[in-house]
């Protein structure tokens, strides 16, 4: 039993098996191979190295964004004035990466809380019989306004009536307003900080420029107008409902060259409020909201109440940086070296299955062996697990010269001639 465990150990630590190789003279098969390798040469150097840049580590930025609207909104209802500034165009003020920048609305003045009817078409009635107490959305009163034959409600009065809006939009001088955004990206795994203010950017060319795609793309401040155009709208269409816009800053960058090339590009897309959309239909048109301005007048508390249609822009940023890294490097040539044999897999299923001398192929590739010799092998104490080529065939007499030559033959296999004896 010692003597088993230590020429296992011997032959563990002392012998090397390597896989014996067969070399087959087929045209077609061997194109197969090389037209398979070929290929997978080509996915490892064109898909995994030039498109997926896999010898490069990647990172994402940590980012903010800052902005600020500039221009002054006129506006002409019913012969009267007036001045809308930042203050009162821009929700919410504090210049954040998404706010919206209205266009239009209509306007409720003087309201107070109190009793007055319902506006014709909503909640008809002949009758007070014809009005609930208490029901609907409003909180009605039980009693039928003999002039309007509208329900009486406990409302801010009098109540809006937003059926109509302004077309065109009362606040069409918004185009001309600029938009400035300030971004500033962080790339926390290469310790790289950038922002859109990029080299040349400063403030005698901010004071003077205006982003265009083509002559100034890296100009951070934008015409309201030329948004809505970039992003596929029409200006006095999207002004009337509302919608919504989104400002893409792409940073995509490369740090095996100078940092300074990482600069972003802006994109703009719309959202929704697409004017080519044609269902008339569909459950909500543009974008809308409500908001007041609460006084005191003559110890009564008022308000007024606007509907504003307004231009929600979204700033977002995404950010993709790479730089050259040993290790996906390393993981990316191995997997690739894993693949090529798929080349000698698929050979095999044809060489061993397809070809009319698969079993002359299959002779040549797998060395049998005979279990009962196996068996008596064994009964001798031998070891014949696996089969040693030993210098004893070459020693043998002439007899045994031309097989022994031969490889494939029995000759020259230690267990094959025990078998035989």
């Known amino acids: 039993m010692k003597s088993r465990i230590s020429e296992a150990l011997s032959d563990f630590f002392f012998e090397y098996e390597t896989p014996r190789q067969v070399l087959v003279r087929n045209r077609r098969v061997a194109v197969v191979c090389r037209l398979i390798q070929l290929g997978v040469l080509a996915y490892i150097i064109g898909w995994v190295f030039i498109y997926e840049k896999g010898y490069q580590s990647t990172d994402t930025a940590v980012s903010s964004v800052f902005t600020k609207m500039k221009g002054v909104g006129y506006a002409d209802v019913n012969g009267e004035q007036r001045v809308w500034d930042v203050a ?11 706010f919206v920048v209205m266009t239009n609305y209509i306007i409720t003045e003087g309201q107070k809380m109190g009793m007055c009817p319902e506006l014709p078409g909503k909640h008809n009635c ?4 014809d009005c609930e107490r208490g029901s609907f959305k409003r909180h009605m009163t039980g009693m039928c ?13 009098p109540v809006e009536n937003d059926h109509n809006i302004p077309d065109p939009p009362l606040l069409m001088s918004a185009e001309n307003y600029t938009l400035f955004i300030k971004n500033s990206v962080t790339f926390p795994i290469f310790d790289v900080t950038r922002s859109n203010l ?42 009337k409902v509302g919608g919504a816009i989104g400002i893409v800053l792409d940073w995509t960058c490369n740090f095996d060259v100078d940092v300074k090339h990482c600069k972003p590009i802006y994109n703009f897309h719309g959202l929704y ?19 007041a301005k609460h006084y005191m007048e003559d110890t009564v508390q008022k308000r007024t109440l606007l509907k504003v249609f307004g231009i929600r822009i979204d700033v ?3 950010s993709l940086a790479r730089k050259f890294d040993i290790i996906p490097t390393l993981t990316a040539i191995g997997s690739g070296v894993g693949i090529f044999g798929v080349a000698t897999v698929v050979c ?8 009319p001398k698969r079993k002359f192929y299959k002779n040549m590739k797998f060395k049998y062996t005979d279990t009962h010799g196996q ?23 002439g007899q045994d010269t031309a097989r022994s030559n031969d490889p494939d033959s029995e000759a020259g296999s230690t267990e094959t001639e025990i078998s035989k004896k």
């Open 198 to 239: 990029v080299e040349g950017i400063d403030a005698t060319y901010i004071s003077k420029c205006l982003h265009n795609p083509r002559d100034a793309p890296l100009c951070p401040i934008f015409r309201l107008g030329d948004i809505v155009k970039e992003s596929g709208f029409n200006f006095e269409t999207i002004a």
């Open 316 to 318: 977002i940023v995404q």
């Open 88 to 98: 009162d165009y821009v929700f919410p003020p504090q210049g954040d990466s998404s």
């Open 375 to 397: 068996h008596d092998s064994e009964s001798l104490g031998l070891v014949t697990s696996s089969v040693y080529y030993t210098d004893e065939a070459k020693a043998r007499p």
């Open 348 to 355: 095999d299923l044809v060489l061993l299955y397809l070809l």
């Open 273 to 291: 409020g697409n004017p080519a959309e044609t269902d008339k239909a569909r459950a909500s048109v543009g974008y809308n909201f409500r908001y």
């Open 126 to 129: 002949s009758s007070d019989a």
């Open 145 to 157: 306004d003999n002039a309007t034959k509208t329900c009486e409600v406990v409302a801010w009065c």
